[in-house]
């Protein structure tokens, strides 16, 4: 089983950009389609992108369609979450997870397992 651990957080004005990365140990991190969740305070964690393993196909929430980038370099066993144009509504704790199997829409939490502990994202001038 996989195991993850995100950084990359940190507070940053509107506008700013941040890079989410989630490391992954194990060596079967290549065959796995990944993901991207927040959860902002006294919200649901809510589906942000994903990614096969490929990379070939990448998923969005309509909210960050445009400005968020997912990425993965399996040779470092790394997913990543380019954020740029950020704004206070995206403020949450953003976690990485393993897709069980890949969709083209309505992505869901019960598709995810093997999830990260989380890191906090704040967006405040």
């Known amino acids: 089983q996989v195991q993850l651990v995100e950084s990359g957080g940190g507070l940053v004005q509107p506008g700013g950009s941040l890079r989410l990365s989630c490391e992954a140990s194990g060596r079967t991190f290549s065959t796995y389609d990944m993901g991207w969740f927040r959860q902002a305070p006294g919200k649901g964690r809510e589906f942000v992108a994903a990614i096969t393993w490929t990379t070939s196909r990448t998923n969005y929430a309509d909210s960050v369609k445009g400005r968020f980038t997912i990425s993965r370099d399996n040779a470092k066993n790394t997913l990543y979450l380019l954020m740029n144009s950020l704004t206070p509504e995206d403020t949450a704790v953003y976690y990485c997870?393993?897709?069980?199997?890949?969709?083209?829409?309505?992505?869901?939490?019960?598709?995810?397992?093997?999830w990260g502990q989380g890191t906090q994202v704040t967006v405040s001038s």
């Open positions: 997870a393993v897709a069980y199997r890949w969709k083209s829409t309505g992505w869901a939490l019960s598709d995810f397992g093997s």
